[in-house]
């Protein structure tokens, strides 16, 4: 049974940093692009970044680039979102998910976590 469980989630304010792991038990994560998607209230889930098998690739959306980072080590099992400056509007749920087509944020991934809440507020 593949599993990818999501932590580091929180409380944080604006213009602090947090940083999310994706950690996957049941099958082995380097055969895998890793997506991070987040989905707020009311919104629709949001693909906001993903990372190649290999990690040689990475794509980000426009609302994050510059502010986050996806990394991965696969001698861990594990791939990571450190998020810097963040914002109010960066509140939400963030999911990680496996798959092993494209590397794309759209959000038609296989596997997926249970999400860790992120919330940004003085």
């Known amino acids: 049974q593949l599993h990818l469980v999501e932590s580091g989630g929180g409380l944080v304010q604006p213009g602090g940093s947090l940083r999310l792991s994706c950690a996957a038990s049941?099958?082995?994560?380097?055969?895998?692009?890793i997506g991070w998607f987040r989905q707020a209230p009311g919104k629709e889930r949001e693909g906001i970044s993903c990372?190649?098998?290999?990690?040689?690739?990475?794509i980000y959306a426009e609302s994050v680039k510059g502010r986050f980072t996806i990394s991965r080590d696969n001698a861990k099992n594990t791939v990571y979102l450190q998020m810097n400056s963040l914002k109010p509007e960066d509140t939400a749920v963030y999911y990680c998910?496996?798959?092993?087509?494209?590397?794309?944020?759209?959000?038609?991934?296989?596997?997926w976590g249970q999400g860790t809440q992120v919330t940004v507020s003085s």
């Open positions: 990372t190649s098998s290999s990690g040689g690739s990475t």
């Open positions: 998910a496996a798959d092993q087509g494209a590397v794309t944020i759209a959000t038609m991934y296989d596997y």
């Open positions: 049941g099958f082995t994560l380097g055969v895998y692009v």
